[in-house]
């Protein structure tokens, strides 16, 4: 079956640090990748997504790249704002279902 | 403005009650979810549904119903709430179009049952 495994947390970092939150996979077809940020007291939303190998996905900032030959799709972040403080959920699809990582739970401190 | 709603946002209430969970959603999305978020964050699904009398039971085995009378509405019911069911619920949709799934939250109700 589908598996997404993610880099366990907490992650504590410095206001204008580099981010980085591992997110690997296990599928048996080609599934669409992304990632959902879930704010303190809110719903997921959608961060950024890649359909197909070699896809960069980004927003705000982040990005991703699928990468088929390594099952990866790590979020990255050049420079952390306070306001980055959230949990980070990386996910895939496949037969119309979404499977979750179990969320890293991101602090950024001034 | 096209969004997904979800009542009440906290509730607190005592063991045997009857609950329900309601989830709106304007985006005429066919496809609704009905995920519980356990306390260390892990989300997993409990019901979804592809259209209008269409419900279907997810990966992780749930006490709850559903309903899906109504393309836009898409509510919840514990008959009988119990202390185990102290958790975050989270509803979401997904137009039943998309080749990528991507699902759209709510903001999610808080149930802890006393």
């Known amino acids: 079956g589908n598996s997404v495994t993610q880099m366990e947390g907490p992650v504590t970092l410095s206001e204008e640090a580099f981010l980085t939150i591992n997110c690997t996979y296990t599928a048996t077809g080609y599934p669409s990748l992304f990632w959902y940020v879930q704010y303190p007291g809110e719903g997921l939303q959608l961060l950024l997504k890649?359909?197909?190998?070699?896809d960069k996905g980004s927003n705000k900032g982040f990005e991703a790249t699928y990468r088929k030959e390594t099952t990866s799709f790590h979020l990255e972040k050049g420079s952390v704002q306070v306001s980055d403080s959230a949990v980070y959920f990386c996910?895939?699809?496949?037969?119309?279902?979404?499977?979750f990582g179990t969320g890293t739970r991101l602090t950024i401190i001034p | 403005e096209a969004d997904i709603y979800q009542t009440p946002r906290y509730l607190v209430i005592g063991t045997g009650k009857k609950i329900t969970l309601e989830c709106s959603q304007t985006?005429?999305?066919?496809?609704m979810y009905w995920y519980q978020q356990d306390p260390g964050m892990e989300l997993h699904l409990i019901h979804y549904s592809y259209g209008v009398n269409s419900t279907e039971k997810g990966d992780l085995s749930s006490e709850s119903t559903v309903s899906r009378i109504r393309t836009e509405h898409f509510p919840l019911t514990l008959e009988s709430a119990r202390p185990s069911h102290t958790s975050q619920y989270l509803c979401a949709s997904s137009e039943i179009t998309s080749a990528y799934n991507e699902q759209f939250f709510g903001p999610g109700t808080r149930l802890t049952v006393l």
């Open positions: 890649a359909t197909k190998a070699d």
């Open positions: 985006m005429g999305h066919d496809k």
């Open positions: 996910a895939l699809s496949e037969e119309e279902k979404l499977t």
